[in-house]
């Protein structure tokens, strides 16, 4: 059954609502009341039923600290993840900078829940290799709670060593040093030679056979955070906007018209911008920070040099927003590049607006034919606000802010627990789940986990098929609007109580 067909079961369908005796008494809290009905039933948390009331929010995954492993090409940094996590999940080769990508696993260590993040190595042969060096480091260092420094006891500490522990000692992260392939006495004595570097206590290791790991891990449990802090929101603090798209699609063009001034570098050959780049611009009478990103040229991990670095930092930025412009070339077909940077803006759980740059390039004739296109080729997409304009000349860059308030309004937006209830108590009424091995999943409550994204959570005596999920956003997008932004929707399952 394709998500466009409605869902009419014929075994199991609920009773019709009763109309409410008392005029005061809302049609939603019949519809909810008959939805609670057999709740007893179930097995329910204090929690579960505190949620139903709309008292606390449901439970969420709560963020666990990072630790990231830094270091030369070829000192093991790889080898030691997997010693970390059990599992060869990262590659590893004696070639050096085999790592590119920026990959975060789950690891356990003394019953401490953490994120372990291995990056890639600083290539030795490329142009400009203290800017190369400074970018892998302070994206690793940026985005973890503490550093697992990693140098090669064998050869000891190396210029860049030296210029990693600068970039260490101005973020002021906590760190802990492993000197690896130490197998020995021997050594044990090389590893202690690695004071010198001033980051204190060098740990000992082999990644390779397991030695010494123990009291690394220890040490470096010790200094990852117990407890996040809460990122407190400044209302009047500026919204955070973010360009991304692929090279040369007018990312740069369209932040300088909208600051009104030429406030970052554009030239013809793509990929002029490296780093992202924070500016504080007023639009409409009102202050925004926008975020101009190098462009996404293909796969992270094909990537190399200066453009693996850009693509590290971009992924950053659009974590660091809020709003996502996703720009795109009218003047061209998408491209696999155009659908990779907007699931990754969609993964990321931002906002999201698509903007056509371009458009006075397309002929008035050929202008209604691309619409239809691009309707074909984003139709799964159709919630996202699209707005046609020329960065280089300003034209239609005042439908910008009416887009992107609509797509922030409505990743902000909650629905209250007794509205959606209310709203699945008429949809599941109208259209049940489908009856699946002789059995049809009934979905006994919903409450709004959070928002920025939205993320609901459903109660259910069943597995819900995925189509039936995207069903209910679509529906939930039919009812409450949610334009310009994801949703997430998670299904808990509760069996009925056990009669004694």
Not at 3 to 31: K, M, N
Not at 91 to 119: H, I, K
Not at 339 to 362: H, P, Y
Not at 386 to 400: D, K, P
Request: charged share 25%; aromatic share 6%.
């Amino acid at each position: 059954m394709s998500d466009d067909q409605e869902y009419r079961g014929v075994d199991d369908v609920p009773a019709p609502v009763a109309v409410p005796s008392d005029p005061e008494e809302s049609l939603d809290e019949v519809r909810e009341a008959a939805l609670r009905a057999g709740l007893e039933e179930y097995d329910l948390t204090a929690e579960d039923l505190a949620a139903l009331a709309g008292e606390v929010p449901v439970e969420t995954e709560s963020a666990l600290p990072t630790l990231a492993v830094v270091g030369r090409p070829n000192v093991g940094k790889s080898t030691l993840v997997n010693r970390i996590i059990g599992k060869r999940l990262a590659v590893v080769e004696d070639t050096p900078g085999v790592t590119r990508d920026r990959v975060s696993y789950p690891a356990e260590w003394a019953g401490v829940d953490f994120m372990l993040m291995d990056t890639g190595g600083w290539e030795a042969k490329v142009q400009g290799l203290d800017l190369s060096v400074a970018q892998q480091a302070e994206v690793a260092i940026d985005m973890a709670d503490a550093i697992l420094f990693v140098v090669d006891a064998t050869v000891g500490a190396t210029a860049s060593d030296e210029k990693v522990v600068k970039l260490l000692r101005r973020s002021g992260k906590p760190v802990v040093l492993a000197a690896n392939k130490v197998d020995g006495p021997q050594g044990e004595l090389e590893a202690a030679a690695l004071w010198n570097l001033g980051l204190g206590e060098p740990y000992p290791v082999s990644a390779l056979h397991g030695r010494g790991t123990g009291d690394l891990l220890d040490a470096a449990i010790a200094i990852l955070p117990t407890e996040l802090p809460e990122v407190e929101v400044d209302p009047d603090a500026p919204r955070r906007i973010a360009l991304v798209g692929r090279p040369n699609v007018g990312k740069s063009s369209l932040l300088n018209q909208l600051a009104g001034e030429r406030r970052v570098v554009v030239d013809e050959t793509a990929g002029t911008t490296r780093d992202p780049v924070d500016e504080k611009v007023e639009i409409a009478g009102r202050s925004w920070t926008l975020v101009d990103t190098a462009g996404i040229r293909r796969r992270v991990h094909m990537t190399k040099g200066a453009d693996f670095y850009a693509s590290l930092r971009t992924g950053a930025a659009i974590e660091r927003a809020e709003v996502a412009l996703v720009l795109l070339d009218a003047s061209g077909p998408l491209t696999d590049q155009d659908t990779r940077v907007i699931s990754q803006v969609i993964e990321a759980g931002r906002a999201l607006v698509l903007v056509f740059n371009k458009w006075d390039l397309v002929g008035e004739d050929e202008r209604f034919l691309l619409d239809r296109s691009i309707e074909k080729d984003l139709v799964q997409l159709s919630w996202a606000p699209r707005v046609n304009l020329s960065a280089r000349t300003g034209w239609h860059t005042n439908r910008l802010v009416p887009a992107i308030d609509l797509a922030l309004g409505s990743w902000d937006q909650r629905i209250s627990t007794g509205r959606l209830n209310s709203f699945l108590g008429e949809l599941v009424a109208e259209h049940p789940h489908p009856v699946r091995s002789g059995k049809q999943p009934k979905i006994l409550f919903a409450t709004q986990a959070s928002a920025r994204p939205p993320r609901f959570v459903i109660f259910s005596s069943g597995f819900l098929d995925p189509t039936y999920r995207r069903f209910i956003e679509r529906r939930l997008r039919e009812n409450f609007g949610f334009e310009g932004t994801p949703i997430q929707i998670s299904v808990r399952v509760r069996e009925k109580r056990k009669r004694r």
